[in-house]
């Protein structure tokens, strides 16, 4: 009895000593979260997002709309005007921008039905053709612009619905006429300073 008494109490002490070792060490240092990792998390609520107001909202409305609420490219210049996915999209990332500048986004095609969103430097062209040319991944680069070097990253934006096909395949506009469900139409690209 003696014995477990003794081993107990060493427990104890080592236990505590280790508790007391471990206060008085420095905190580890903070690493980070690696830029693809910080990228990918961002698109994934940006994707979770932008699908589901095109399948939840705007296929509901139809493109006459549903009641009092139309979704139009002019919203603005019509009654009950709902944004379209794309003005929508534009939209969160312009307020982002306004709050902080530890990355941005926009979406892009390389058949913009507006010229804005096309790619405007060489790697963010890269990016997308390589989201069409291979269908579920994801590209991945960097990127000097002024003297600030950036992790771009390009994910593929898929037609979700028929409201997205129907859409870019109808407006006079659009630079491609052929879209259907699951095709590539364009690509979400975030930016983040390194």
């Known amino acids: 009895m003696k014995h477990v008494k003794k081993i107990a109490l060493m427990t104890t002490l080592l236990a505590s000593s280790l508790v007391i070792t471990a206060c008085n060490e420095a905190p580890p240092a903070k690493a980070g979260i690696p830029p693809k990792l910080y990228t990918d998390s961002l698109f994934a609520v940006m994707n979770a997002d932008r699908a589901n107001y095109t399948k939840l909202i705007i296929q509901r409305l139809g493109p006459n709309g549903a009641g009092a609420i139309k979704p139009d490219e002019h919203w603005k210049e019509i009654e009950n005007g709902a944004l379209l996915p794309a003005q929508m999209f534009r939209a969160g990332s312009e307020a982002v921008a306004e709050v902080t500048d530890e990355f941005t986004y926009s979406l892009q095609s390389l058949w913009p039905i ?44 898929v037609a979700v619905s028929p409201a997205c096909t129907t859409c870019h395949n109808d407006h ?11 095709d590539v139409m364009g690509g979400v690209v975030i930016r983040v300073p390194l």
């Open 114 to 157: 507006n010229k804005q969103n096309a790619p405007k430097t060489p790697l963010e062209e890269e990016g997308l053709q390589y989201t069409v040319d291979n269908p579920g991944e994801n590209f991945y680069g960097e990127e000097k612009l002024g003297d600030v070097t950036y992790f771009t990253a390009v994910y593929p934006d």
């Open 172 to 182: 006079k506009d659009s630079p491609r006429t052929d879209f259907d469900i699951g």
